[in-house]
């Protein structure tokens, strides 16, 4: 199963749904899916690499927290990922390297503002050839 995701509406908010053959392989789609909700973030200057350890009840709340560190280097840093290296991800932990660059703010096209990311409807499930993960996020 190739990693891949898909946005769908939800009620005032939006939908992303990921799909990809392991578990860590859900992290990079998922980072892709979120700024697609925001608009066409083009990156510029490399930056720092940034580690997240996360700590959770279960892999699906792990990827929301993921998702969260992610938004919080968009607003407040303006950066982007351009890489993950995933070093674990299981039931209860998530240890990941992003490799991230400054937005490009004069290429990029913003279309919305995303406030949060939510536990609404949040899950990670096997589906066949891999796990599909849904995350809804509030805009």
Same mark, same amino acid.
């Given at each position: 199963m190739q990693p891949s995701f898909e946005?769908?509406?939800h009620t005032a908010d939006m939908g992303i749904r990921v799909h990809a053959a392991t578990l860590p392989g859900l %992290?990079?789609?998922a980072g892709e899916a979120l700024y697609a909700v925001i608009g066409e973030l083009v990156a510029a200057a490399e930056s720092k690499p940034v580690t997240f350890n996360l700590?959770?009840?279960?892999p699906a709340e792990l990827l929301r927290d993921y998702l969260?560190? %992610? %938004?919080? %280097?968009f607003d407040r840093d303006a950066l982007?990922?351009?890489?993950?290296?995933? !070093?674990?991800f299981d039931?209860?932990?998530?240890?990941?390297t992003v490799h991230t660059a400054h937005l490009d703010k004069e290429r990029s096209s913003f279309l919305r503002e995303v406030k949060a990311i939510?536990? !609404?409807q949040l899950a990670i499930?096997?589906?066949p050839g891999g796990y599909e993960a849904t995350v809804i996020v509030d805009i």
């Amino acid at each position: 199963m190739q990693p891949s995701f898909e946005l769908f509406d939800h009620t005032a908010d939006m939908g992303i749904r990921v799909h990809a053959a392991t578990l860590p392989g859900l %992290l990079a789609p998922a980072g892709e899916a979120l700024y697609a909700v925001i608009g066409e973030l083009v990156a510029a200057a490399e930056s720092k690499p940034v580690t997240f350890n996360l700590t959770g009840d279960d892999p699906a709340e792990l990827l929301r927290d993921y998702l969260t560190e %992610l %938004l919080t %280097l968009f607003d407040r840093d303006a950066l982007r990922f351009t890489s993950v290296d995933v !070093h674990s991800f299981d039931e209860r932990r998530l240890s990941v390297t992003v490799h991230t660059a400054h937005l490009d703010k004069e290429r990029s096209s913003f279309l919305r503002e995303v406030k949060a990311i939510t536990y !609404h409807q949040l899950a990670i499930r096997p589906v066949p050839g891999g796990y599909e993960a849904t995350v809804i996020v509030d805009i």
